[in-house]
């Protein structure tokens, strides 16, 4: 069965960098999906970026283009998020998730497996 298991969390300053691993296993991930989202208490889970494991496209928030990067190491079957810049409005459990054939990346209810989210603070 697929297992995402996310990495990397913690506390950093304004304007410092994260970088968030999510380990992916349980299959082959070819014509997958894989997001990251972010979940504040009270709000719903929002989009973060999202890249296709074949061909490597890529999706952003509009709120940390620039800023985050998201990439996939094929032979470590991992994805990565570079964050830098981090503002306290990043500040968030941020999760890992993974689909096929995902139409639409930055809908959240199409994943179809995710991890337990690993929190990132952002002190101002």
């Known amino acids: 069965q697929v297992q995402l298991v996310e990495s990397g969390g913690g506390l950093v300053q304004a304007g410092g960098s994260l970088r968030l691993s999510c380990a992916a296993s349980g299959r082959a991930f070819s014509g997958y999906t894989m997001g990251w989202f972010r979940q504040v208490p009270g709000k719903e889970r929002e989009f973060v970026t999202a890249?296709?494991?074949?061909?490597?496209?890529?999706y952003y928030a509009d709120s940390v283009k620039g800023r985050f990067t998201i990439s996939r190491d094929n032979a470590k079957n991992t994805v990565y998020l570079q964050m830098n810049s981090l503002k306290p409005e990043d500040t968030a459990v941020y999760y890992c998730a993974a689909a096929p054939l995902v139409s639409r990346p930055l809908v959240a209810n199409l994943y179809d497996y995710w991890g337990q989210g690993t929190q990132v603070t952002v002190s101002s």
């Open positions: 890249i296709r494991w074949s061909g490597g496209s890529t």
